[in-house]
């Protein structure tokens, strides 16, 4: 059988070369060149395995990626940036959070559930769209024959005259409730009630779902009952166009897309990997780090795990896992678990250069999402060059003697920065407000200057 990923992937993605998806992630990541060549060359190689013949692409593994660097300098970003590019099932899980099979935590195993769980809502949202128009009309069709009855069969004696006006008064109706005109009138529809219980089996010491379906098991135990409701036009239109979208979506076939899906383009990002790196010299159980590590290896090796949706094979879902490892070594991971992301990028520390051109240049940046926030108080907040150089430099200082957490810094430097303005811009009576270097030193050259101070609030 051949393998393709969605055509929405193919599409969107499938055309973009290596140097292309590199100056995508450019709009949103500062810097950090060489993890952006190694994720673009990943998602560039998976849309050549799809143009393989089947025996050969099924041989063909994803080159997982690890990620090394200290926080703050992109890591997510770029995974999530990558998998939004992609059109792909994302999911970002920290590593930590997992421990060993048959000790209280989460199982290794959940993170795929909950990939296929994001791959269902993806495909269903897709499908949504598809039907949006033809569940609209069902709906609308609905509401006229509770607002004006259908008319009655025709019988030999009746006249046509008569039916023309029924017709022509239901199409008034239908001009008027697109219109708004009888958004002010109450209707009695039939809701369903939701009955059906939920249920959580407690295996051992460990909490995992696992999905029960007693409607099939117990026909017509939990059909759920139907209760007459009264709601004003515009409600009971919505209620009644979800009603027919859910009809009209055939959750088996989206199911199995979103199987498919997460299969074939799905990304999984495992963070704080270093976390789970052993330590030499311990002594017990590392429950929550060897044994996390032997769980996690045959999830990206390649193996099949049991969910609601169905049997899911992880064979070819790219894996990019990332840590800081300041206290851990790469070579600190089982080999076996090394030997599964074969890609190794380092990421650089930023600096003020990059800081600057964080604040201003992607399609989010700080700076912009600043102005963006005030414009709804009817502010106009300008920042000058001088001004946004000056936060750049603060925040390097402050990551410099105390903890450095990237580009996270700046967030603190600018909520601090812009304290003031905060909370007076509503009384505001001036609402030009222009940030420059003099303002910016102001507010925070005696809390960059005093160490202890701006351990605290920096």
Do not use: C, W
């Given at each position: 059988?051949?393998?393709?990923?969605?055509?929405?992937?193919?599409?969107?993605?499938?055309?973009?070369?290596?140097?292309?998806?590199?100056a995508e992630l450019d709009k949103y990541v500062v810097g950090q060149a060489a993890a952006k060549r190694a994720v673009a060359i990943a998602l560039r190689n998976r849309m050549r395995r799809q143009k393989l013949a089947p025996e050969l692409a099924e041989e063909i593994a994803p080159k997982n990626i690890l990620m090394i660097g200290p926080t703050g300098v992109g890591k997510?970003?770029?995974?999530?940036?990558?998998?939004?590019?992609?059109?792909?099932?994302?999911?970002?899980?920290?590593?930590?959070?997992?421990?060993?099979?048959?000790?209280?935590?989460?199982?290794?195993?959940?993170?795929?559930?909950?990939?296929?769980?994001?791959?269902?809502?993806?495909?269903?949202?897709?499908?949504?769209?598809?039907?949006?128009?033809?569940?609209?009309?069902?709906?609308?069709?609905?509401?006229?024959?509770?607002?004006?009855?259908?008319?009655?069969?025709?019988?030999?004696?009746?006249?046509?005259?008569?039916?023309?006006?029924?017709?022509?008064?239901?199409?008034?109706?239908?001009?008027?409730?697109?219109?708004?005109?009888?958004?002010?009138?109450?209707?009695?529809?039939?809701?369903?009630?939701?009955?059906?219980?939920?249920?959580?089996?407690?295996?051992?010491?460990?909490?995992?779902?696992?999905?029960?379906?007693?409607?099939?098991?117990?026909?017509?135990?939990?059909?759920?009952?139907?209760?007459?409701?009264?709601?004003?036009?515009?409600?009971?239109?919505?209620?009644?166009?979800?009603?027919?979208?859910?009809?009209?979506?055939?959750?088996?076939?989206?199911?199995?897309?979103?199987?498919?899906?997460?299969?074939?383009?799905?990304?999984?990002?495992?963070?704080?990997?270093?976390?789970?790196?052993?330590?030499?010299?311990?002594?017990?159980?590392?429950?929550?780090?060897?044994?996390?590590?032997?769980?996690?290896?045959?999830?990206?090796?390649?193996?099949?795990?049991?969910?609601?949706?169905?049997?899911?094979?992880?064979?070819?879902?790219?894996?990019?896992?990332?840590?800081?490892?300041?206290?851990?070594?790469?070579?600190?991971?089982?080999?076996?678990?090394?030997?599964?992301?074969?890609?190794?990028?380092?990421?650089?520390?930023?600096?003020?250069?990059?800081?600057?051109?964080?604040?201003?240049?992607?399609?989010?940046?700080?700076?912009?999402?600043?102005?963006?926030?005030?414009?709804?108080?009817?502010?106009?907040?300008?920042?000058?060059?001088?001004?946004?150089?000056?936060?750049?430099?603060?925040?390097?200082?402050?990551?410099?003697?105390?903890?450095?957490?990237?580009?996270?810094?700046?967030?603190?430097?600018?909520?601090?920065?812009?304290?003031?303005?905060?909370?007076?811009?509503?009384?505001?009576?001036?609402?030009?407000?222009?940030?420059?270097?003099?303002?910016?030193?102001?507010?925070?050259?005696?809390?960059?200057?005093?160490?202890?101070?701006?351990?605290?609030?920096?």
């Amino acid at each position: 059988m051949a393998i393709f990923l969605p055509e929405t992937t193919q599409t969107s993605a499938g055309s973009l070369t290596p140097r292309q998806i590199v100056a995508e992630l450019d709009k949103y990541v500062v810097g950090q060149a060489a993890a952006k060549r190694a994720v673009a060359i990943a998602l560039r190689n998976r849309m050549r395995r799809q143009k393989l013949a089947p025996e050969l692409a099924e041989e063909i593994a994803p080159k997982n990626i690890l990620m090394i660097g200290p926080t703050g300098v992109g890591k997510t970003e770029i995974a999530r940036r990558l998998a939004r590019l992609a059109q792909s099932p994302f999911l970002k899980v920290e590593a930590s959070k997992f421990t060993e099979v048959g000790y209280v935590g989460r199982d290794v195993e959940s993170m795929v559930r909950d990939l296929v769980e994001l791959g269902v809502d993806m495909v269903r949202g897709e499908r949504l769209e598809e039907v949006r128009s033809k569940a609209a009309q069902n709906a609308e069709d609905r509401l006229l024959d509770i607002l004006l009855p259908p008319p009655r069969p025709l019988t030999p004696d009746d006249e046509q005259v008569p039916r023309d006006g029924q017709f022509q008064t239901r199409d008034r109706f239908r001009e008027q409730l697109r219109a708004g005109r009888l958004d002010s009138r109450v209707v009695e529809i039939e809701v369903r009630e939701k009955s059906f219980p939920s249920f959580e089996i407690i295996a051992g010491s460990s909490v995992e779902e696992v999905d029960i379906n007693l409607k099939d098991m117990l026909p017509g135990l939990f059909q759920g009952k139907t209760k007459k409701r009264r709601l004003k036009v515009p409600e009971a239109l919505e209620y009644l166009t979800q009603e027919e979208e859910q009809k009209l979506i055939d959750m088996d076939s989206v199911a199995r897309a979103a199987v498919e899906r997460v299969e074939q383009a799905g990304i999984i990002f495992i963070d704080e990997i270093d976390k789970i790196a052993g330590r030499e010299g311990s002594h017990g159980p590392e429950v929550s780090r060897e044994g996390v590590q032997r769980d996690i290896l045959p999830i990206v090796e390649g193996t099949t795990v049991n969910t609601k949706y169905g049997m899911v094979r992880t064979d070819h879902i790219l894996f990019i896992a990332a840590g800081a490892f300041h206290v851990s070594k790469p070579s600190d991971l089982i080999p076996e678990l090394q030997g599964r992301f074969p890609i190794r990028v380092e990421l650089e520390s930023l600096g003020k250069d990059e800081f600057v051109r964080i604040l201003t240049e992607p399609k989010s940046a700080l700076v912009k999402q600043y102005i963006a926030l005030m414009e709804t108080e009817g502010i106009d907040l300008t920042f000058t060059d001088d001004a946004i150089r000056r936060i750049a430099d603060f925040a390097q200082t402050v990551n410099e003697h105390t903890e450095n957490i990237g580009a996270r810094r700046l967030h603190t430097v600018l909520e601090k920065l812009l304290d003031e303005i905060s909370f007076e811009g509503p009384d505001l009576v001036d609402k030009t407000v222009r940030i420059d270097e003099a303002y910016v030193i102001r507010m925070l050259a005696e809390i960059v200057k005093n160490e202890d101070l701006s351990r605290y609030i920096l």
